[in-house]
């Protein structure tokens, strides 16, 4: 009778602990990247508690964790160097707004349309930036350096790199790092991996004061509770037409990002999240975020696969997340700024190996040709641009790819009747693919006079197929033969109904439809 109250204690418990995981996490994430849209790092910190905060709670993936993200910070640069952060502001108030109206209409239906491929170069690609952004790490102290989304970042090429036993104690503290996450879990799961071995590295980093970077090199994390402000902006059309552009791009971007992390969570966890929900819960989030001082974001991938891997499940985990890095900010920011920078690389070089599909290379040579290019080009436009690119790269190729594949697919078969008609039957679908072929399989003036075209086994998918049939009626009428079109799909007739006088249907005899429904 007490197992259901034991099963709660024990959720709470890794919801709580696992959120104390992330929270230590996000602050070198947060902090990067503010640095990278050129804002202070309180600005990122900020973020990453209110839209953290507000997503977890309302958002429809629990379990999910959201905060300030690479791929939002380099389209904001260029805002934030040109009109200064006040604007950036305003226009992650508009991101958001945009957001919660592609939730209401129920555009987050459309991620269904990202093929698996483009699933698996998005996770492989997002885990190979994850990487790259750790290598900036490695710089010497004092130096600061952040890989958001290319490795060809100038100011990651132009880091002094560590040397020495520098280099090398980091290398240990990571290795270390990375063994007590791999190895802790056989022996207890009472605590998250991931905890133990921050506080276990931090600990040995204190107690044999070894001179290693920690937080506090990186960046301050002290700071007040954030303030609500109106944007300092001129309200005038022509602030609109600054800052729209920005928010289109940061809505659409923040949104694949954050759907596709909802689906590899879905995945991971077997559950179902809601995807309009979430993007409703990320645009009511960067709305306040953008009143209250913070840089705006969306789901990462990388935290919330530290949060799933540690027991988080619940609305708790990213709830107390939040929480905790808020804490930080305001009481702990000194015992922060004590952990070695080694211990959470050596978090997300895990995180990197848990998240890297590892299977694609073994089906490489086992799924069709267009697939595995798809996979491939996916990841290497992830690493080389961003995310949001990729995925609309790989849908589009994927699409024509489908395309090409499907419009070698329809075959005409001609034959003679006992009656002295000429009939074609059709096998494939018609569409904007396949009506170049399909003409060329007529011939009008060969013909008997009475000429049928049997759609049993095809279907007319699009306008360019109605406007194909259109020509080919136009043809036979010319060559001075009776054409009759059979076993058209319903929703094909409605098609031809539709396009009323664009298609010639004098030439096609049936009464009710234009066309013969007989056979």
Known sequence: MFEPHARNVATIKNDLLSGLTVALALVPEAVAFAFVAGVEPLVGLYAAFLVGLITAAIGGRPGMISGATGALAVVMVSLVASHGVQYLFAAVVLMGIIQVL??????????????????LGFVNGLAIVIFLAQLSQFGAQGEVGWLTGSFLEDSVIDIAWMKGNELYLMLGLVALTMAIIHFLPRLTTAVPSSLAAIIVVTALALGLNLDTKTVGDVAGIAGGLPTFSIPSVPFTFETLTIILPYSLILAAIGIIESLLTLRMVDEITETHGSSNRECVGQGVANVVTGFFGGMGGCAMIGQSMINVNSGGRGRLSGISAALFLLTFILFASSLIEMIPVAALVGVMFIVVIGTFEWSSFRIMNKVPKGDAFVLVLVSVVTVLTDLAVAVIVGVIVSALIFAWEHAKQIQITKLED??????????????????????????????????????RDSRVCDHSGLEAIDTLAERYMNSGRTLHLLHLSDDCRKLLTKAGNLVEVNVIEDPKYFVATNA
Do not use: C, E
């Open 418 to 455: 006992q009656d002295g008609s000429t009939i074609y039957k059709v096998h494939g679908p018609l569409f904007f693919g396949s009506t170049t072929h399909f003409l060329t399989q007529f011939s009008p003036k060969d013909d008997n006079r009475d000429v049928i075209i049997d759609f």
């Open 102 to 119: 592609a939730g209401i209409f129920k555009l987050g239906k459309f991620i269904r349309m990202v093929p698996h491929p483009v699933m």
